[in-house]
């Protein structure tokens, strides 16, 4: 089996949530994408900073010091960059939440999400197959 297909069948449903909410931030990045260097240096900024924070409480703050794998390492530092990013490209843009004001915009990220969800079940139903 290559590699992504693997990959996808072996997705638990956090891991599938987690896709789910990078498919709807890049959703609303595409429409309201804005190059402004310093919405992104601050979002950068702020990832580092909340980022370091969450690992410490994740991987050192306990009585016994946890390891952690690379990419749960990684979204530890991403998540702080996609919500302060988000809320900077949505500012003034009428959105409830995480909801874009045009219902267009919401059935892509929905439209997306659902096929992406799709695709992991029925790889997971072919990986199930082939064994």
Same mark, same amino acid.
Request: glycine content about 6%; hydrophobic content about 55%; overall charge positive.
């Given at each position: ?14 891991? #599938? ?49 946890? #390891?952690?794998?690379?990419?749960? #390492?990684?979204?530890?530092?991403? #998540? ?52």
């Amino acid at each position: 089996m290559p590699s992504p297909v693997r990959y996808l069948a072996g997705l638990n449903a956090g891991r #599938t949530v987690l896709w789910c909410y990078l498919i709807w931030y890049l959703v609303v990045l595409v429409r309201y994408f804005d190059p402004s260097p310093a919405l992104w240096l601050t979002s950068v900024g702020l990832a580092g900073i909340i980022g370091l924070a969450l690992y410490m409480n994740v991987a050192r703050s306990g009585l016994k010091r946890v #390891t952690l794998e690379f990419w749960p #390492t990684v979204r530890l530092f991403l #998540t702080p960059l996609c919500v302060s990013s988000f809320a900077a490209l949505v500012k003034g843009k009428s959105f409830v939440l995480v909801f874009s004001p045009r219902w267009e915009e919401n059935a892509i990220g929905v439209g997306l999400c659902a096929a992406f969800v799709v695709v992991v079940y029925a790889t997971k139903a072919i990986a199930r197959r082939s064994q």
